[in-house]
């Protein structure tokens, strides 16, 4: 039996998964690619005496059900090595975390999410350059 206290379930989800796949490309050796696949099951959340009301918890039993939550997440990077010694080791990346934009499910607690599994930001993209001494 999980342990919990009032507005918080120490249990969380049941299954969380993650699957990643990475590969190089035979016509561009210089370019890797990875997509990360994120998924956290549907869980049932104790509401506490100071949660709002909320149309997705469960009638007398002070729970609510969270619903399940996935992502999906590119990683490019290209390595710009060139001729002279300036110009070798530059590597351009480029991060897409939650692609597809998926909703954070709502947790009726503040701050309205699972700072555990959920992030409010939605997609992110992030672009870096790098060079190696």
């Known amino acids: 039996m999980p342990i919990e206290l009032a507005g918080t379930s120490l249990r969380g989800p049941d299954w969380r998964h993650r699957m990643s796949m ?18 956290l099951s549907a869980y049932s959340h104790q509401i506490g005496a100071l949660g709002r009301d909320s149309s997705d918890a469960i009638a007398g ?3 609510q059900r969270v ?3 996935t992502t999906l997440n ?3 990077s290209l390595d710009l090595d060139g001729g002279t010694a300036m110009s070798r080791g530059w590597r351009m ?3 897409v975390n ?8 709502f947790l009726n607690s503040e701050p309205g999410f699972d700072r555990l599994s959920g992030n409010p930001f939605g997609r992110t993209v992030s672009v870096s350059l790098r060079k190696d001494l």
């Open 67 to 69: 619903d399940s939550f």
């Open 93 to 95: 990346s480029l991060a």
């Open 22 to 39: 990475q590969f190089t490309p035979a016509a561009v050796p210089d370019l890797q690619v990875a997509f990360d696949l994120n998924h």
């Open 98 to 105: 939650n692609l597809l934009g998926s909703s954070t499910p």
């Open 74 to 76: 590119l990683y490019v």
């Open 61 to 63: 039993a002070g729970m």
